[in-house]
């Protein structure tokens, strides 16, 4: 009887193990499948040859994640780290290798591959596994040294200094606005932000391999001077279909992939999510006067339309609320208190892309339509409950953006000749509801047209990188951006990149528009127009690559020839420079460690910088432990994350107006510190058809009441300091099958 159960148990083990993983190999210009390619998983003899169709199989892995190695003659070989294998489900992971100009640079870029200045790729098991996340791309870039974190409620982010509304959003390549719920969260007089809010409309499981650029970037990617969002969606899978639930305090998630019908080749993912406040809301719990919810749905569906052709269509919808009831008298304690303020969002977005590809080369286009409508009603309430003052602010904004680009193989490298066209309108409210006091009225249409050409490939024996030139074209302004990027080996393990060039981005009066409550904006310093802020950026990087580590040092300088700022009414130059340096060491042996330190100098002639944090250190690491027994697959992750920043620097003048405290140019003061440590604890259960877990993340584990932002408060007639939330807990669990 021993003996059968022995038999039993080893099966069971065999079966929990057996996982299998799938995907095909395509060049990655002409999206041509190649025939014969080798896939195998990295230190280890597994490996398998890609067929006919350039379909691999890795059947019989162990659930967890491993590094894919691929070779293949006349390309080069990539290794690609920390691919998600999971129980009950078959992995796809499609690979695109791209050509080799030199046979001894395929021997070169094997063991030390080109690592982008300033580049942060985003991935679904990144943002599963490190702490306090939110299951939000954007909060997980938080762990650079480069990214200051402007408030714990909002995953807006500060880029070296800069202001978040430099940054830019896109989806699939194409530009979008603001993707994120609840773009009040934890703000200045609880105010939209332009790029950020509480939570990101897109889960995780949507997201492909995804990307963050921050540093010196060539011209196929413009209309920023800051960072700029590369969200790509998940291609699903054609094997079988497949399904994800997840219950947290963030929200209720389901998602699903897989092909229309068996056998079939268009795919789906899709995936709705309602908030899990907005649920405790429609049962009647109360919050405090307060109530906040959301919910989104987002899909993404692919269809071959030929040989080497694909069509997606893709689409995101999402609704916010966060609605507060005045107190009574007695009950008040802060001006708040005296106030209903009601705020909505309704965000959608929909697009296509195509790609189609042919001998020595690819085209490439997309479109799509995005519309954001925010709205934040006030009224304020006096001694004796009666209402004494409104303020109503609405702002629309939509955006057409499309984009078109040509790629071809000459000698030596790729030349990539493309434009992109953008279309802007915005409609903005900010008064009384019943238009007796009007402070700001007034609708706007803008366009943006950005052709450009560049060339990456050899530029030399040992020389690769970039050249390209880029024109970025408005109904009232131009601004030509040539742009360079050099890399040069020094043996096989470190490298020195050199980048640089003109970077422009058109300003938006969302972004920019305010009033000092005298009359007067800054619309008469040329925002009534399309004019372009322009910079001029330059990095010089160092890189060692090691067999699982990485150290990038980078210096790096920024120049703005005109800024606009909200507390003062002429353009000003500003500077930023500094250095930064990042320690890797990926995820092998069951652990991982992620080490930065950032100084920089971020100025404005004449005014302080709000955003000038001065310096940053982060720190990211975790282990898994193996805790399996003879008849249960089972992994226990602890996973850490420090953050210490400067402080921001507010200013301290303000004007009051009938309905909000505006600041004006005057003196600032210095935030203390910003100091956060985070935790996360999983416990990941590998059943021979499913992967359940529980995982527990504590954004500031030690409670510190870090500072928000000083304001004047008028119930109780003096100055006070607003702190950020201490520790949140947020407890999930997940099933995927």
């Known amino acids: ?109 094997a063991t030390k591959p080109y690592v982008q200045p300033g580049k942060i790729t985003i991935t679904e098991e990144q943002i599963n596994r490190y702490a306090a996340t939110y299951y939000d791309p954007a909060r997980l870039i938080t762990s650079s040294p480069d990214i200051a974190v402007a408030n714990d409620q909002n995953n807006e982010i500060s880029v070296r200094g800069l202001a978040p509304s430099y940054n830019v959003w896109k989806l699939e390549g194409v530009e979008i606005v ?20 509480g939570v990101n409309m897109l889960s995780a499981q949507m997201l492909d391999r995804s990307e963050f650029l921050y540093s010196t970037f060539d011209n196929r990617n413009g209309n920023s001077v800051g960072g700029i969002f590369n969200m790509n969606l998940k291609k699903g899978t054609d094997q079988d279909r497949q399904y994800t639930a997840q219950a947290s305090l963030i929200g209720l998630d389901f998602a699903t992939e897989g092909p229309f019908q068996q056998g079939g080749k268009t795919t789906y993912v899709a995936n709705y999510r309602y908030s899990f406040t907005g649920l405790l809301a429609g049962m009647g719990v109360d919050f405090g006067g307060e109530s906040i919810g959301f ?20 689409g995101v919808g999402g609704l916010s609320f966060n609605d507060f009831t005045h107190k009574t008298i007695d009950e008040s304690e802060v ?5 209903d303020i009601y705020y909505s969002n309704k965000t959608g977005i929909a697009g296509v892309s195509w790609t ?11 479109i799509a339509y995005s519309v954001a409508d925010n709205e934040r009603d006030e009224a304020r309430y006096n001694s004796v409950d009666q209402e004494e003052s409104d303020a109503l602010v609405t702002n629309k904004q939509s955006v057409i953006s499309a984009n078109l680009a040509n790629i071809q193989q000459v000698g030596n490298g790729q030349v990539e000749i493309g434009v992109m066209q953008n279309f802007y309108h915005l409609d903005y409210y900010f008064g009384g509801n019943n238009e007796t006091i009007i402070i700001a009225d007034f609708e706007r249409d803008q366009w943006l047209s950005r052709p450009y050409a560049r060339f990456s490939g050899n530029l030399g024996s040992k020389l690769t990188g970039y050249a390209g030139l880029g024109v970025s074209l408005t109904d009232g302004d131009q601004s030509f951006e040539p742009r360079l990027g050099l890399m040069l080996p020094i043996g096989l393990k470190q490298s020195i990149s050199l980048g640089g060039g003109l970077y422009s981005q058109l300003l938006t009066p969302f972004n920019y528009y305010f009033d000092a409550g005298y009359g007067e904006s800054n619309l008469d310093v040329g925002l009534s127009s399309s004019e372009l802020l322009r910079s001029m950026r330059a990095s010089l990087s160092h890189d060692v690559v090691g067999k699982d580590f990485s150290l990038h040092t980078e210096v790096f300088y920024y120049y703005f020839p005109e800024v606009y700022g909200v507390a003062f009414k002429a353009a000003e130059p500003a500077q930023t420079n500094g250095i930064s340096m990042v320690y890797t060491k990926d995820f092998s042996k069951t652990a991982y460690l992620n080490i930065g330190a950032s100084w920089f100098d971020s100025e404005i002639d004449v005014y302080e910088n709000y955003f000038n944090t001065g310096y940053s250190l982060n720190l990211s690491t975790g282990k898994e432990w193996d805790v399996s027994n003879s008849t249960k697959n089972r992994r226990l992750s602890v996973d850490m994350r420090a953050m210490y920043q400067g402080g921001y620097r507010p200013y301290v003048n303000y004007a009051f107006t009938n309905f909000e405290l505006i600041s004006l140019p005057g003196d600032y003061f210095d935030q203390r510190e910003y100091l956060r440590f985070d935790l996360r604890l999983v416990w990941k259960r590998y059943h021979e058809n499913r992967t359940t877990s529980f995982a527990l993340d504590l954004q500031n584990v030690a409670n510190i009441e870090n500072f928000a932002y000083q304001y004047y408060d008028s119930f109780k007639g003096q100055w006070e300091v607003q702190n950020q939330l201490g520790l949140i807990p947020i407890l999930a669990y997940r099933v995927e099958w």
């Open 295 to 314: 919910q989104d749905l987002s899909f993404n569906v692919t269809t071959p339309t030929g040989e080497r052709s694909e069509l997606k269509v893709f």
């Open 356 to 366: 189609q590809g042919r001998n020595n080369g690819q085209f490439r286009a997309g």
């Open 335 to 339: 001006e708040k208190d005296r106030k």
């Open 178 to 197: 603001n993707p994120n719920h609840l773009s009040n969260a934890g703000t200045f007089l609880d105010q939209p932000t332009a790029t950020g809010g």
């Open 1 to 109: 009887m021993k003996y059968w159960f022995g038999v039993l148990a080893i099966i069971s083990t065999v079966m929990l193990e057996a996982q299998t993983l799938t995907g095909r190999v395509f060049d990655q210009l002409s999206n041509e499948p190649l025939v014969g390619a080798t896939v195998g998983v990295a230190r280890t003899n597994d490996g398998v040859v890609t067929n006919s169709n350039g379909r691999y199989t890795l059947n019989g892995l162990e659930p967890g994640r491993i590094n894919l190695v691929i070779s293949y003659v006349g390309y080069q070989p990539i290794e690609i780290k920390d691919v998600w294998i999971k129980s009950g489900k078959i992995t796809e992971q499609d690979i695109y290798l791209v050509r080799s100009y030199d046979l001894e640079e395929v021997v070169v870029s």
